[in-house]
Nanobody
Framework: VQLQASGGGLVQPGGSLRLSCAAS????????IGWSRQTPGQEREGVAS????????FYADSVKGRFTISIDNAKTTVYVQMNNLKPEDTAVYCC????????????????????WGRGTQVTVSS
């Protein structure tokens, strides 16, 4: 299972970015896919997750209403649209996947994911 994350960059506060997580050689059918972020010295924080079984979407309170997770029709790429970005959103963002439909109490927790892509840096600064 290989994942490739992309789409990070530098953006001003209030701006938007879209991150992509592409599956290589498989589809996300039957998977849970999660985006998490980490800053130096801090624990990794799950921010948005998608459960393919019921197309459920889950968000951390810190990003609710600003981030939207989605999947393409081919089920090979998961996106997270990040709007109204704030300086505190600055972090390295990673996507991860597991071949299970995780329950709501677990799906945002990075420890429940098996396969990880490389991170992409998001910097929100004026």
């Amino acid at each position: 299972v290989q994942l490739q994350a992309s789409g990070g960059g530098l953006v001003q506060p209030g701006g938007s970015l879209r991150l992509s997580c592409a599956a290589s050689g498989f589809t996300f059918d039957g998977y849970s896919i999660g985006w998490s972020r980490q800053t130096p010295g801090q624990e990794r924080e799950g921010v948005a997750s998608f459960r393919s079984g019921d197309r459920g979407r889950f968000y951390a309170d810190s990003v609710k209403g600003r981030f939207t997770i989605s999947i393409d029709n081919a089920k090979t790429t998961v996106y997270v649209q990040m709007n109204n970005l704030k300086p505190e959103d600055t972090a390295v963002y990673c996507c991860a996947a597991t071949p299970r439909n995780l329950i709501a109490s677990s799906i945002l927790r990075p420890s429940f994911y098996d396969s990880w892509g490389r991170g992409t840096q998001v910097t929100v600064s004026s």
